[in-house]
């Protein structure tokens, strides 16, 4: 790896006084993350060789068959954050409910709340296709030293301190922010360490690819219905590439670097969509405008929402700023 890559930890050290919050937990926090990742990782990588796959036989509380992996991951990131007493309390989406964590040391009392999705795509595991980790972080709003509520997690996105994402691809990376640009870190699995591969990743205005699952095209509100055909039009810069990978990080990761969008719509299958707002869509669109990018519930700011639950679902719509504008524009006509 060429001498100019910094690592992680370098650029957490090296970027900690420039963050408002600057009290050094936030980057334990990123490193307790980072650590987790890459024990996910040796994981993932090889899940096909140990009898690993397969249901766990449990079902989460979104009804979904729980991949051994997923409890695996899940089980990793909850331990490490954890056993490091950074954080207060700890929200997944494979728990049914929040964990809180009390500080044994009076002194040292624990104002981070994470958010996690540990295996996001975690059906194309047994087809080894890219799965990735999600994750949020705020800081609570509810007195240090008293057991975190349910308040601490329903926070809108725009509180988010840090938020990134994990991705168990061709090579693992992760990419986050703290509010100060986008920057991605390739892990070379022969030493273990991240590098800095990626600095100041933005997505390009507009794009070329479109991500969506057109197979429930019939359930579509009419006008994404309306944007989809825009799409497949022989005019100007189109008809645009369709690219659905079934797992929103890669899908994401892809537009950010090459320019697209990323929609998963409500339909009269699922009235409210199927990505959860916590810690599925608000991570990514801190991501996403963080990057220059913009990330919408078909209507407004996905990080605006006030929520409600912890598993609640929203539209979500995101990617290069003038494609996300271009499907509210045709999303709000067909509503006249
Ligand atoms: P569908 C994975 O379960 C996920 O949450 C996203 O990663 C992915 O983009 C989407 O759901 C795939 O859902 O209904 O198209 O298979």
Same mark, same amino acid.
């Given at each position: ?10 650029? +957490?050290?090296?970027? !900690? @006084? ?17 650590? $987790? ?27 979904? #068959? ?6 695996? $991951? ?9 056993? /490091?007493?950074?954080?207060? =309390? ?5 728990? #049914? ?27 194309? +595991? ?7 980790? +999600? %994750? ?18 329903? !926070?809108? =996105? ?35 360490? %991240? ?6 990743? !933005? ?15 019939? &359930? ?29 990080? @890669? ?15 409500? @339909?009269?299958?699922? @009235?409210?969509?199927?990505? /959860? ?8 669109? %801190? ?12 209507? =407004? ?9 912890? &598993? ?17 524009? %045709? ?6």
């Amino acid at each position: 790896m060429d001498k100019k890559h910094k690592t992680l930890g370098e650029f +957490i050290i090296e970027n !900690q @006084s420039s963050f408002q919050y600057s009290s050094g937990e936030l980057s334990k926090l990123i490193n307790a993350i980072r650590l $987790a990742a890459k024990v996910v990782n040796h994981e993932v990588n090889k899940a096909g060789l140990i009898d690993i796959l397969g249901a766990a036989g449990d079902t989460n509380i979104q009804g979904e #068959d729980q991949q051994k992996l997923d409890v695996l $991951a899940n089980e990793k990131f909850i331990q490490t954050l954890k056993n /490091r007493e950074i954080v207060c =309390g700890i929200a997944s989406e494979e728990e #049914d409910d929040f964990i809180s964590i009390n500080s044994q040391d009076e002194q040292h009392q624990n104002k981070y709340i994470v958010l996690i999705d540990p295996l996001d795509g975690s059906s194309n +595991i047994d087809v080894n296709v890219s799965v990735g980790t +999600i %994750f949020s972080i705020y800081r609570r709003v509810t007195p240090v030293g008293t057991p975190v509520t349910i308040e601490d997690f329903l !926070q809108p =996105g725009d509180n988010q301190v840090a938020a990134g994402y994990i991705v168990y691809g061709t090579s693992t990376m992760l990419v986050y922010t703290t509010g100060d640009g986008v920057n991605g870190f390739t892990l070379n699995p022969a030493i273990g360490t %991240f590098y800095l591969s990626h600095p100041n990743m !933005q997505f390009p205005e507009t794009g070329k690819i479109y991500s969506v699952n057109e197979g429930n095209y019939i &359930h579509f509100p009419q006008g994404v219905k309306d944007y989809i055909k825009y799409c497949q039009q022989e005019e100007g810069d189109r008809p645009y590439t369709s690219r659905y990978i079934g797992s929103l990080v @890669s899908d994401f990761h892809r537009n950010m670097i090459k320019g697209g969008i990323y929609m998963y719509p409500k @339909s009269s299958k699922a @009235s409210e969509g199927k990505l /959860r707002l916590l810690y599925e869509c608000n991570p990514m669109a %801190f991501l996403a405008e963080q990057a220059n990018g913009k990330a919408s519930d078909g209507k =407004g700011r996905i990080m605006e929402l006030k929520p409600t639950e912890l &598993h609640q679902r929203v539209p979500f719509f995101c990617g290069s700023t003038k494609m996300v504008e271009k499907a509210e524009e %045709f999303i709000a006509n067909a509503l006249k």
